[in-house]
């Protein structure tokens, strides 16, 4: 289900604060290639290993290189959540 909530405000040029779930564990060295993302690991339910990413991206085409990257790293994408938009 997609939920449209915090995203009023929202276009393509505008800043906003996402959420991106991947398989596996992050080293927090990899932040900087990330933009700046906040990266936590946990544990999910079924004890897999979860990095979460948190920051504002200043839009969605620096989204795209943040999940271009994932990509090129070979994590496997679980979900991306819009916080809130600027």
């Known amino acids: 289900m997609i939920s449209l909530k915090n995203s009023e405000g929202l276009k393509f040029t505008t800043s906003a604060t ?46 795209l290189g943040v999940l271009s990257n994932l990509y090129e790293m070979h994590l496997s994408l679980i979900s991306v959540e819009l916080i809130a938009d600027e």
């Open 18 to 63: 996402y959420r991106i779930h991947v398989k596996g564990f992050l080293d927090e060295s990899w932040s900087d290639r990330l933009s700046g993302m906040l990266i936590e690991n946990q544990t999910s339910e079924s004890k897999s290993p979860v990095a979460v990413l948190q920051g504002t991206m200043l839009d969605q085409t620096q989204l």
